[in-house]
């Protein structure tokens, strides 16, 4: 699923249908990936289902909103942003090995933090870029918030009914 994303940032200076077809090739594999998990919450807890969706458009709409309106400069968040996801990565291989009460739901309301941060900074760059060879790459970055978002939410409503 990542060699689309790897081939994107080769391709996409020098043929733009490339690019698009590239994304496009991330975008199936991403929804064959994720299929099995839609079922399972579809037959399992639909109500979760629902309620992540509704959620990730209003989060998404929101923090999209704020960075693409937004005069100030947010590279200094995306920054921060990048090294708190990898501070959060390292805290899911830990909560691998040691149990932490309430580690999934504080997981999950960080990663929603981190993922604000970077929504804002993408929609940002959206607004800011001139380039159309840039496109498809900030649109495989939105996308992945949006997923990210999704999950981290799903998380969230599916563990209310535990």
Known sequence: MVG???GM???VR???SASAGLLFAFGLLMGLAMGPTMVYYANADPQA???ADGATALFIAGCGAAGYATQRDLSGLARVSFWALVALIAFGIVMIFVRIPGGSLIYSVLGLVIFAGLTMVDFQRLRRSKDLDSAPLIAASIFLDALNVFLFFLRIFSRNRN
């Open 14 to 16: 020098r043929s733009g």
């Open 9 to 11: 940032n080769f391709t």
């Open 4 to 6: 689309p994303l790897i």
């Open 49 to 51: 289902l629902w309620e």
